[in-house]
């Protein structure tokens, strides 16, 4: 027999037990029953900033390797939570967008640890034309102007910060703009001992930020001249005019 015909024969007979080998396996892969967990998912949409009720729940079986991280198994481990954003129908409820609730208001269960909610008054202007909304954030510029030089300085006091509620609503996605009075926002307190203080010596402009965009900058102070006393104004000329007599 050829051995060119032998050594072809057996490469042959070895790619094919491997590939009955490969199918083997996928058919017990498939055919094995997957594992299934219960995870609590939104019966109805669920609001921002909303304390979690039984209705609004109900308990699915989640096939798969593993269950999803942050996952409840019972809806007693979600009710009487605060949302910390919008759920959608069939949504999963997981703890990173879930606050507890003690006491208190629902603002309170929004605030994160070691910060602190602090209110400021705005007007159509410093609200950005009342298309701030919360879950929104915002940097926060101030103005003052030196009573000796009479100059109007402007910097960016905060960056990134988040609006906790705006008047009286925690409702997100607002899209209409609404000239409100307040507006709350969430700083830690060192920040908002900045922010009282900026209040007190002059003004606070608010300035909406993409959501995309997280990054805090270095902004130097810009200084805009208002009625600044001219410095070594040019002495006039005396002209000397001579009258005939």
Request: hydrophobic fraction near 45%; aromatic fraction near 6%.
């Given at each position: ?91 999963l409820i997981t703890d990173k967008r879930m606050s507890e609730y003690l006491a208190g208001s629902m603002l309170s269960a929004l ?13 159509d202007v410093v609200g950005v034309s009342g298309f701030i909304s919360p879950g929104n954030n915002v940097d926060v510029l101030s ?103």
């Amino acid at each position: 027999m050829n051995k060119r015909f032998i050594i072809m024969l057996i490469i042959a007979l070895l790619m094919a037990s491997i590939a009955a080998w490969i199918a083997n396996l996928w058919i017990k892969e498939k055919t094995q029953p997957q594992k299934t967990f219960q995870v609590v998912v939104a019966a109805v949409d669920i609001p921002f900033g909303l304390k979690v009720e039984d209705y609004q729940l109900k308990v699915i079986s989640w096939n798969g390797a593993v269950v999803p991280e942050g996952t409840y198994t019972t809806k007693e481990q979600v009710i009487n939570r605060v949302t910390k954003n919008n759920f959608y129908v069939g949504e999963l409820i997981t703890d990173k967008r879930m606050s507890e609730y003690l006491a208190g208001s629902m603002l309170s269960a929004l605030i994160k640890k070691d910060h602190r909610a602090v209110s400021v008054r705005v007007d159509d202007v410093v609200g950005v034309s009342g298309f701030i909304s919360p879950g929104n954030n915002v940097d926060v510029l101030s103005s003052k102007i030196d009573r000796l030089t009479n100059k109007a300085s402007t910097q960016t006091l905060l960056q990134n910060i988040t609006v906790l509620a705006v008047d009286q609503d925690l409702a997100q996605g607002n899209e209409k703009p609404t000239v409100v009075r307040a507006v709350t926002l969430e700083l830690m307190p060192d920040q908002a001992n900045l922010m009282v203080s900026a209040l007190q010596e002059g003004t606070i402009q608010l300035s909406l930020r993409n959501p995309l965009d997280i990054d805090v900058v270095t902004v130097p102070e810009k200084v805009m001249a208002l009625t600044e006393p001219e410095k070594n104004p040019p002495k006039k000329k005396r002209l000397l005019k001579v009258i005939p007599w």
